[in-house]
């Protein structure tokens, strides 16, 4: 009997320590509400500075305080930057990373000291990362090629992707391939430029596209560039040839000045994805695995390590037909900025009231 009390006494007390020595309690922020560190690749970007700020909002109207910090797509500086805020004893880790196997560096340091960490938007590769909150990466590149063969199904492509750090710029090419594949193979399509943009560079995309357009003698029928920033630089390059509209390109991200693009006809489609709801929805996941309550995924992502729960959001196409059904009546872009540079004749009657309405605000 003296043997069982001993041993569920010894049972009780391994349980205790291993609770307290596998979660970093609340009380290390001190004064008991949640710091969070959010780690940013870069703010240069439109889109990167809604997400910061729909963020912060959502995690300070729950109560925690969150440190932002961006490494201007510095991967020593994002290392530096996430050991800093791991020094001043955030909770939870939000990392956009810059390149997504780098960034593997900065989960191993938080796991040594118990904090959990979040990939945001871009997964981190080989990496005990805990939750992964972004879009369908492979349908935003299924979206933005099959809205180019619809509309151009025979002729010469040219493919711009993005970043080669950055693993969505390879989700978005796998998705492209997946449309573009059958209509290379039957011979309707011909690739003549396959390039990935260095750091999503609108400078890297132009000049990818300068020399694609010499090579082919300005035969091209769609341009397949994989976010906004780099279809501005197909743009340019594509009006210096005088071809600027008579060419389709895709993009991503509803930027404004895409957006700007697409009304007045010189970018065929962007992919809309409503910020909103991923940044509020990472706000919200951080928190809870500060607090070590269930996070909730709608799915699993490998990243070579292992199954990363993960909640992945629906991404939008959208074109000059529905822009004001979606991007404007969402709020996410105001219908006088779009339409800035076009007579007011152009404007669409009321996009408030327009009957098609996208799920969800910025
Ligand atoms: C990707 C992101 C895109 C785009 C791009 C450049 O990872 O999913 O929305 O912003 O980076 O920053």
Redesign the pocket.
């Known amino acids: 009997m003296k043997t069982f009390f001993t041993w569920t006494f010894v049972a009780i007390l391994c349980v205790a320590l291993a609770a307290g020595c596998s979660h970093k309690t609340k009380e290390g922020s001190g004064n008991g509400h949640i710091r969070i560190g959010f780690s940013m690749d870069s703010l240069q970007?439109e889109?990167?500075q809604r997400d910061r700020d729909i963020f912060v909002q959502r995690a300070t109207e729950l109560g925690a305080e969150v440190l932002v910090q961006s490494a201007e797509g510095n991967d020593s500086v994002q290392v530096r930057q996430a050991e800093n805020l791991l020094t001043q004893g955030v909770d939870v880790l939000v990392v956009v990373p810059h390149n997504g196997e780098i960034a593997a560096s900065i989960v191993d340091s938080a796991k040594r000291q118990r904090v959990p960490v979040i990939a945001y938007?871009?997964m981190i590769e080989n990496s005990d990362v805990d939750f992964y909150v972004s879009f369908d990466?492979v349908k935003v590149g299924e979206l933005q090629a099959k809205y180019l063969l619809d509309r151009a199904p025979k002729g010469n492509y040219i493919l711009i992707g993005?970043s080669p750090t950055?693993n969505?710029?390879r989700m978005f090419r796998q998705g492209q391939m997946m449309i573009l594949d059958p209509a290379i193979k039957q011979g309707d399509i011909k690739i003549v430029a396959d390039q990935w943009s260095k750091d999503?560079l609108p400078s890297e995309a132009l000049s990818h596209t300068e020399n694609a357009l010499t090579q082919a003698q300005n035969h091209i029928a769609a341009v397949v560039a994989s976010?906004d920033?780099t279809a501005g630089g197909v743009v340019q390059a594509l009006a210096e040839q005088k071809l600027a509209g008579k060419v389709l390109v895709s993009g991503?991200?509803a930027d404004l000045a895409a957006c700007q693009r697409i009304v007045e006809g010189t970018q065929a489609m962007t992919v809309y994805?409503p910020i909103r709801p991923l940044a509020t929805r990472a706000a919200e996941a951080a928190i809870a695995l500060a607090k070590h309550q269930p996070v909730p995924s709608n799915t699993k992502v490998n990243n070579g390590h292992k199954d990363v729960p993960s909640y992945l959001l629906e991404p939008i196409a959208v074109d000059k037909g529905d822009i004001a059904q979606t991007v404007i009546k969402d709020g996410f872009l105001k219908v006088e900025d779009v339409y800035r540079n076009l007579p007011r004749s152009q404007w669409p009657a009321s996009p408030a009231s327009a009957s098609k309405v996208s799920a969800s605000a910025p």
């Open positions: 970007l889109r990167w938007d871009r990466n993005g950055d969505n710029a999503w976010n920033s991503q991200d994805k």
